[in-house]
């Protein structure tokens, strides 16, 4: 199974190297190497505890945002335009490999 | 606290060497275990499933998984094989605990293996609620928990089959309109007079209900289901008022019972769930239980209860690692619960009471709605359908207590959260 390297920039502007495997969404991949990612709805586009900053030359190349991802993120604090999803939305791709990803600011 | 930890500070100095042991691996048992290797547990942990294969998610068992073209062998898996592994959580799979015996922080396994714990976690989660009608153990009479039952349920939800639902809560709606979907001719039996009324207001129960009927969906209001017939195997099911309605399969949804067993044989506090505090503590300070099982004090509201959703599974988890590890839990997180019917989600944020007063927001026949729960005008909870925005805003609102102006509420175009009432606004 194919696994990349990203680049994750914690809440407090610490850099973590995580591995990304193939069969994970980006959250998963976040969570299960311990970065504070809540995902309090287990990845169902429920809530928005998975908002990230993706790189601006990399938002444009995944697939839109469906109709309940939009309303979730464009609530979340932070909210970029160009850069905002719910990192269990975003499935692996080996393009990915180190990027840097940016946890969005948790709610107040 | 005091008394507390002077009982914990006789622990034996070599008991620190023990792990924490966790009994389920649904949602709340599986964070507890991550949740505290994230937290830097160094010591041991073990998990103990009574169920056979890896921990998954429950949700969408009656959901996704009931689905017309769907093949999955059960819920997604919660963490991948490898995570337990790497974070050195053993996993005791197809294993029950037959008892704890608190003095000498033992759990003893069925398989006659001893477990001795530093701490416990019983996360040991509810079951579904059994007819006991007679005709109730006849085969085609089902219900949903596990993801066994999920598969059982599905295996009989052919085309042309006609299935009666027995209870509309969220389990039940959920199955009827999975059960549509795969072709099924589905009748509802209700003893309420309307759908889903533990947990919402009128318009969204009409709403649902004419959703569901325009699938092709029947109610029976106000039925008392008194026996199931058939020989061998189900054929009917027969209410109190006298009438019968014909049935290949039957799935019962009518409430869970805590699994508060062991707790209770062992002497710890309970009462229609395991009584814990807001440290998610037992009546013995090294036993912590979290999620379905549990039974606590609201935060918000003050109100005694036991909440059967993920939210709560996973935030009491949070609470029970940081607690083992001597943290302060992050502030609670105002309850939310989710449910998708023929593709039409419902989001509720905070939980209703009959007594509040509501304000609809929108008009149901757009597809687009909320209802807001008003108790002593602040938002206690607020149910939306197609708008997410308003449930975010509104989970803010409620966390925040603060006053709302009703008639601004009862107009969709105003943000929901401009909506508080000017005194309010100065106030803040």
């Known amino acids: 199974m194919s696994v990349i390297t990203i680049d994750v920039i914690d809440r407090e502007g610490s850099r973590h190297e995580v591995p990304w495997e193939q069969d994970q969404v980006l959250m998963e991949a976040l969570r299960d190497n311990d970065l504070p990612v809540l995902a309090s709805c287990g990845g169902s586009a429920s809530c928005a505890t998975c908002h990230v900053f993706l790189p601006e030359d990399v938002y444009p190349t995944l697939p839109e945002r469906s109709e309940d991802e939009i309303e979730l993120v464009e609530e979340a604090p932070g909210f970029r335009p160009t850069q905002s999803r719910l990192s269990c939305q975003v499935h692996y791709a080996d393009r990915f490999d180190g990027m840097t990803v940016t946890l969005a600011p948790e709610e107040d | ?428």
Not at chain 2, 224 to 242: H, K, P
Not at chain 2, 397 to 426: H, N, Q, S, Y
């Open chain 2, 1 to 428: 606290m005091a008394e507390f930890d002077m009982i914990l500070d006789d622990i034996n100095p070599e008991d620190i060497d023990l792990p924490v042991v966790i009994i389920g691996a649904g949602h709340a048992g599986v964070q507890v275990a991550a949740g505290l290797r994230t937290r830097g547990w160094t010591g041991g942990i073990v998990l103990v499933d009574e169920e056979g294969g890896l921990p998954y998610e429950r949700p969408p068992l009656s959901k996704d998984v009931l689905g017309p073209d769907e093949t999955a062998e059960g819920g997604p898996l919660l963490r991948k094989d490898a995570f337990y592994a790497s974070k050195d959580i053993t996993r005791l799979a197809g294993v029950r605990v037959g008892s704890i015996d608190r003095g000498r922080r033992v759990v003893a396994l069925d398989d006659g293996q001893e477990l001795a714990y530093h701490r416990l976690v019983i996360a040991s989660g509810a079951r579904g609620r059994r007819l006991t009608v007679p005709g109730h153990d006849l085969s085609g009479v089902l219900s949903l928990r596990t993801a066994a039952d999920a598969l059982a349920v599905r295996g009989e939800l052919v085309p042309g089959a006609r299935v009666v639902i027995i209870g509309a809560g969220y389990i039940g709606m959920e199955v009827a309109a999975a059960a549509t979907k795969r072709g099924c001719d589905v009748t509802v039996l209700e003893f309420q007079d309307r759908v889903m009324k533990r947990v919402t207001s009128e318009p969204v129960s009409e709403f649902y209900q004419q959703l569901h009927r325009s699938k092709g969906v029947r109610f029976a209001f106000g039925a008392a289901v008194s026996a199931i017939e058939g020989e061998g195997r189900v054929e009917r099911v027969l209410t109190a008022d006298g009438r019968s309605y014909p049935a290949d399969v039957v799935v019962a949804g009518i409430g869970v019972i805590p699994n508060q067993e062991l707790a209770e044989a062992a002497g710890i506090a309970c009462r229609d769930g395991i009584l814990v505090d807001e440290a998610c503590r037992t009546s013995d300070p090294a036993v912590y239980a979290a999620g379905d099982v549990t039974r606590f004090i609201s935060t918000f509201g003050g109100a005694e209860m036991r909440l059967e959703c993920l939210q709560n599974a996973q935030q009491q988890a949070d609470v029970v690692a940081d607690t083992i590890m001597g943290r302060t839990p992050r502030e609670a997180e105002v309850p939310w619960f989710w449910t998708v019917q023929f593709d039409v989600r419902l989001q509720t944020a905070g939980v209703m009471h009959p007594d509040d007063d509501i304000v609809l927001r929108g008009d149901p026949a757009t597809g687009k709605f909320s209802v807001c729960y008003l108790r002593e005008d602040s938002l206690a909870a607020i149910d939306t359908v197609g708008s997410l925005a308003d449930f975010r805003q509104g989970k803010k609102l409620i966390a925040a207590g603060t006053f709302m102006d009703r008639t601004a509420l009862a107009d969709p175009a105003v943000r929901l959260e401009d909506c508080v009432l000017e005194t309010a606004k100065i106030a803040a």
